[in-house]
């Protein structure tokens, strides 16, 4: 019997935040349409819901470039210019998200993340999209015109154009593994190898299980065995078994990641306490013994970090009858230049993005179509832009998403 198969003008393959915006732009460019999503999950958009602590951090009011990396920041910058923050604002408007401000960075007003699919998945409902859903492509054959999508369970999705929105390499577990980098690959495209980031560091610090768990306000910074600072970064930390994590070090973790893969040594230097100047802090400590030490810096660091810091204090300078000059100006040292060397990151199971992917280069920048695959477009973190904390990995799925769904729309014309 003949294999009979659905042939559509377009097939998105990934329902995430860029292929749901792919989705819904190419249906509003161009109402006849035949528009089939084909997702993995059980649901669109599952990744939106463990964003932002689960508030789904969306976007920022900051959009300067600097918060975005890529090998062709210049290129990145022409797809967020052709849906910027304004247009992003106006198309969650219209979707009916209420937003909240928090210092620049956007969430939902009701704090619940889990709205944005939702609204997402009734727009598309309305659009009158396809939607095929807990289907796994496993295959992608380009024919001579359009492509053929296999699923795990055989069925055969024909297709005059293709957006490929299946994500990065980050947090497999929510349906992104870079199953089609080795496509592209066999396709013309050269991958730049996918690293992830936003994630936590591992550390070299003796005894490093007596702090974990601990948390700190403070301030960091990441430099390389020449003492040049990598990035410095203030904000919450927190104390791990295998070494540091919390939102500043999510930030830094791009810079770690990439001179650690090129087997350069890097190292933190911490500030407990930033804001006390070195030559002020200690100077009435002068004369305490160990368990007065220790209850005194207990007012300033967790306990935990304060008992760690007087550990360190001993061996280098012997027991603490009473604190004398020498042994307080190595404790300032040891709170304002705290050295812990990073000795390793975590795995794409952890991370919160990918860097690297396809080249901006090997794209039409104007279309988002590949430059080697005829009728094939790449949105969202399956290109090489990856973005900071804060609603850029997002923004960059909807600026990215926006511009291959306008533009294999509007092809049909
Ligand atoms: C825990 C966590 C928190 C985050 N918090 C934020 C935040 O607050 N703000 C922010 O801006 N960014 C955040 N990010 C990053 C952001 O979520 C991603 O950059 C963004 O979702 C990427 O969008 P995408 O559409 O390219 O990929 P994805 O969202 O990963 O979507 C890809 C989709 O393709 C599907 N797919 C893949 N392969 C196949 C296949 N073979 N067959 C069928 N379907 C397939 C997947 O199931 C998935 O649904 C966070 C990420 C994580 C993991």
């Given at each position: 019997?003949e ?11 990934g329902?995430?935040?860029a292929?749901m915006?792919?989705a ?7 109402k006849e ?16 819901l ?12 900051d959009?300067s470039?600097?918060h975005?990396?890529?090998t062709?920041?210049?290129?990145a910058q ?7 923050l304004e247009?992003t ?5 219209s ?5 909240r401000n928090?210092e620049?960075r956007?969430?939902p ?5 889990k709205?944005?699919?939702r609204?997402?998945a ?13 289907t796994?492509i ?5 024919q001579?015109r359009?492509?053929e999508l ?15 929105t299946?994500g990065?390499?980050?947090t497999?577990?929510l ?6 980098f ?5 396709n013309?495209h ?7 980031v ?10 490093l299980?007596?702090?974990?768990g601990?948390?700190f306000?403070g301030?960091a910074q990441l ?8 990035k ?5 930390f ?10 500043p ?17 890097v ?13 002020k802090?200690g100077e009435n400590w ?16 967790h306990?935990k ?12 300078k012997?027991?603490?009858a009473?604190?004398?000059r ?11 230049e ?15 993005s990918?860097?690297?992917?396809v080249r901006?280069s090997e794209?039409?920048?104007?279309s988002?179509e590949?430059?080697?695959i005829q009728?094939?477009f ?7 832009v990856?973005?900071?904390c ?9 600026s990215?998403?926006?511009?291959a769904g ?7 014309k």
């Open positions: 019997m294999n009979k198969s659905l042939v559509y003008d377009l097939i998105i393959l329902g995430g935040a292929g915006m792919a819904l732009t190419a249906a509003a460019e161009n349409l035949n528009i089939l999503i084909i997702e993995k999950n059980e649901s669109l958009g599952r990744k939106l463990a964003t932002g602590n689960g508030r789904c951090n969306f976007s920022n009011m959009q470039l600097d975005y990396r890529s062709k920041p210049e290129l022409r797809v967020l210019s052709a849906f910027d247009a604002l106006k198309f969650f408007d979707l009916g998200l209420q937003i928090e620049g956007l969430y007003r009701s704090n619940e993340g709205i944005v699919p609204l997402f009734e727009a598309i409902r309305k659009a009158g999209i396809a939607l095929k859903l807990q796994n496993v295959r992608i054959e380009k001579k359009g492509f296999f699923s795990s369970e055989a069925e055969c999705f024909k297709t005059k154009k293709l957006i490929l299946p990065g390499k980050a497999p577990v349906g992104s593994d870079g199953y089609f080795p496509w592209l690959k066999a013309g050269k991958i730049i190898e996918p690293e992830p936003l994630l936590p560091l591992k550390l070299n610090l003796p005894r299980k007596r702090l974990s601990t948390r306000s301030w430099k390389n065995a020449q003492d040049r600072v990598l410095d970064v203030q904000g919450e927190l104390f791990t078994n295998y070494g540091i994590s919390g939102i070090i999510l930030e830094i973790s791009r810079f770690a990641v990439q001179a650690l893969s090129q087997n350069q040594n190292y933190l230097l911490i500030d407990f306490l930033p804001e006390y100047r070195p030559e802090i002068l004369g305490l013994n160990q368990e007065e030490l220790v209850l005194t810096l207990s007012g300033f660091v306990s970090i304060a008992e760690y810091l007087m550990q360190m204090l001993i061996e280098s012997g027991p603490i009473k604190l004398n020498e042994q307080k100006e190595y404790l300032t040292e040891l709170i304002h705290f050295k812990a060397e990073v000795r390793g990151y975590l795995t794409f199971k952890e991370a919160q990918t860097m690297g992917g901006l794209v039409k920048i104007n988002l590949s430059k080697y009728d094939c790449l949105a969202g973190e399956v290109l090489d990856d973005g900071n804060g609603g850029y990995n997002l923004q960059w799925a909807w990215s998403g926006f511009l306008k533009s294999a729309a509007s092809d049909f």
